[in-house]
């Protein structure tokens, strides 16, 4: 019974799946034949029909679903908690009882719905009736939630008098049994809908409720000036690094079907391209990520100090660091008093992250010293004038001559192909006669 | 302590022309919305069908009549700032009532997809409501009695109409928001909180319920339906009188 609706707000909402199929077996449980036994709920002169007891829905669903009582009651349980079956005699407990305890089945305006969520209107709505019913002996919590609404949607009050009013006005039209069934119908959708909570907790939530809301207010922000500048320095900084803007070179693999550029930038080169090794001066994390420049570091610093760094630079992606902090341990590591104190602290105690602190302070101290000075050093130096720029592929100057493009057996590039070829060998023709001159 | 002043006049939180027409749609929303409530249960029926046909075109007239009166008097740029502020607040109300409208169209569009009434073996939910939702129909349209004219497969034929009616409703509220600048946050209710206990009422229409706002809810162990009573009471009545006749005849005959 997944109906789309016409789309609200442009997005098609769904039926949560869970529930679709618990309105099927509630639509199952009508059947005349195979449904459940309904009886008649005696109040002192009217007669309500289709009540049912607690016992009756869970022997229902066992012989229905095969399962075992302890399941269908479960099960029972979850139909009354999402309201589509509510208790006659203690409608604010929201339980099964499998025993001759009444309920009813819930309208299906009333169902559990994600595409129609209960809406605060309607609940300032059912709120005012209640007041006009019960003349103003509202339970404390719904008083709380009253004037809630009432400052919050304080602009549609008017509306929620009148409606409310109306509405009670429409239902009097009804029969007694029938207005009965109404009110206890709405009454059980809001029990479900607005759960009622003790004061202290409704105080608690909606303290924590404020302060979220503090906090976000009081979050740092950043100018779009200021942002969008960094934006357009970080994307003219990458601009000759990516393949669509600048092209790649020797040739796109994707296009010429040679794998030469892939070649060159492996991680076991001998020699790096001169962009990639640009690219290491971009920033730390480039350098870190990239294996050969994690290499080129590493040795830098063994060259630079006595080898305590490299290791830990290792330890970053090695859980096992236990070597390194115990005092008189085989290799010592920079770190500053505070944190080693509260690291030796944490080992007392061991767990997954008693390393992080002397971790993160290693890692600072590299990204600011250490960086910095590979970058201004020899090794690297050296590395970026010894690297290579590829060639581009030359297209050879006969069309016949050159490679033909494989296209994937794709339906779609068939066609593609004959055109494709058809422009290419104009262009190519193209340069051809500019070589020429 | 709410009196039970059934019959004054309403009071002047709304008066004039304006306030009719939306009071009328408001009262033609109102019962939308219970007869939507009623569909897909045992109170469903063909009959139903056609009165929420009949209810849903009835609110979108009054809505139309309702828009071009408001936004006739909002663009008019000589009213007072009193007066602005009071049509502003109309139109926060007439808005509501639309929102609220369209949204049990939508509604009412689902469930009567899901629930089809002419089906070999009906699954109604057996809800406990049984009875007919005619009275609140015809309050809606201000009639009498409701007269039942339609075929016998309104319930499938309806649904396209109220397709394209949804759609429509749908336009005419996008509409609404871009031709009227009204900011509804800055409307102030005239209504403080409670206003509800006191009964003010508004004048004319159907008089059937008026009455009941201001009586205590009868709790559910207490009495039944007074106007039954009355019957009874009444061929009570009339049977002793003809008891008390027939024996005084025989008394004088014999």
């Given amino acids: 019974m997944t109906i789309n609706t016409l789309s609200q707000d442009g997005v098609q909402r769904q039926q949560m799946p869970c529930l679709t199929k618990m309105e099927r077996m509630i639509i199952s449980m009508q059947d005349p034949d195979m449904g459940i036994k309904l009886r008649n709920q005696r109040l002192l002169i009217t007669v309500i029909p289709h009540a049912m007891t607690g016992l009756d829905i869970v022997e229902w669903l066992i012989k229905k679903c095969s399962i075992s009582d302890e399941e269908a009651l479960h099960v029972g349980q979850l139909f009354v908690k999402y309201g589509y079956i509510y208790p006659l005699k203690e409608p604010r407990n929201l339980i099964l009882k499998a025993d001759d305890s009444s309920y009813r089945f819930q309208t299906p305006y009333y169902w559990m719905s994600t595409r129609w969520p209960a809406s605060e209107l309607d609940y300032a709505i059912y709120l005012a009736k209640k007041n006009i019913r019960k003349q103003g002996e509202l339970i404390e919590y719904e008083k709380e939630c009253y004037n809630a609404l009432h400052k919050r949607i304080n602009h549609t009050w008017d509306f929620v008098v009148m409606q409310a009013r109306e509405q009670l006005r429409a239902s009097k039209q009804r029969r007694k049994g029938d207005r009965i069934v109404l009110e206890c119908q709405e009454q059980a959708y809001w029990l479900v809908n607005r759960p009622p909570v003790s004061p202290e907790h409704y105080k608690l939530t909606t303290l924590t409720k404020n302060t979220i809301a503090m906090i976000s207010l009081a979050r740092n922000r950043v100018k779009s000036s200021i942002c969008l500048e960094s934006y357009v320095k970080y994307c003219e900084q990458y601009q000759p690094h990516d393949p669509i803007m600048q092209g790649c070179l020797p040739s796109n693999p994707w296009i010429t079907d040679d794998i030469m550029f892939w070649n060159m930038n492996s991680e076991t080169v001998a020699l790096p391209t001169k962009l990639r090794v640009e690219r290491w001066s971009f920033s730390f994390m480039e350098l870190l990520n990239d294996q050969m420049g994690r290499k080129e570091f590493l040795t830098y610093l063994e060259k630079e100090f006595s080898g305590t760094h490299t290791q830990i630079n290792e330890s970053i992606h090695n859980p096992y660091k236990q070597q390194f902090l115990a005092p008189g341990a085989s290799r010592w590591v920079n770190i500053d008093s505070k944190t080693m104190e509260k690291t030796l602290e944490g080992l007392k105690r061991p767990h997954r992250f008693v390393l992080d602190d002397a971790q993160m302070h290693i890692y600072f101290l590299m990204k600011k010293d250490s960086y910095p000075r590979y970058l201004k050093s020899e090794l690297y130096k050296n590395l970026l004038a010894r690297a290579i720029v590829p060639q581009e592929t030359k297209k050879s100057v006969f069309p016949f001559m050159r490679r033909q493009r494989h296209s994937s057996p794709s339906p779609a590039l068939a066609t593609q192909t004959a055109e494709d070829d058809g422009k290419a060998k104009y262009s190519n023709s193209n340069s051809g006669t500019a070589s020429r001159l | 302590k709410p009196e039970c002043c059934c019959l004054s006049a309403s009071t002047g939180n709304m008066d004039g022309e304006e306030f009719t027409m939306l009071d009328a749609l408001n009262k033609v929303t109102a019962c939308y919305r219970h007869l939507v409530i009623a569909l897909g249960s045992t109170s469903d029926s063909q009959n139903l069908r ?37 049509y502003e607040r109309l139109w926060v109300l007439f808005t509501s009532s639309v929102e609220l409208l369209e949204v049990d169209m939508k509604r009412s569009l689902e469930i009567g997809q899901d629930f089809p009434l002419k089906v070999p073996t009906r699954h109604l939910i057996q809800t406990g409501m049984t009875g007919s939702t005619t009275t609140v129909a015809a309050r809606a349209m201000s009639v009498q009695n409701m007269k039942y004219e339609a075929d016998a497969n309104i319930d499938t034929v309806d649904l396209k109409e109220l397709e394209t009616e949804i759609a429509q409703v749908d336009q005419m509220m996008e509409e609404m928001e871009m031709k009227v600048q009204v900011a509804p946050w800055a409307v102030e209710a005239k209504q403080e909180a409670g206003a509800e206990l ?13 009455i009941s706002i201001c009586e205590e809810e009868p709790k559910e162990t207490v009495e039944g339906e007074t106007g039954l009573m009355k019957v ?16 005084g005849y025989l008394v004088v005959n014999l």
Wanted: no cysteine.
């Fill in chain 2, 50 to 86: 056609e009165e929420l046909k009949k209810t849903r075109n009835k609110a979108q007239e009054l809505a139309v009549a309702n828009r071009t009166k408001l936004t006739a008097l909002l663009k008019d740029k000589n009213i007072s700032k009193d007066d602005r502020a009071e």
């Fill in chain 2, 198 to 210: 006191k009964s003010t009422v508004s004048v004319g229409n159907s008089s059937v319920g008026v």
């Fill in chain 2, 232 to 247: 009874f009471a009444g061929i009570i009545f009339t049977g002793v009188l003809l008891i008390a006749g027939i024996l």
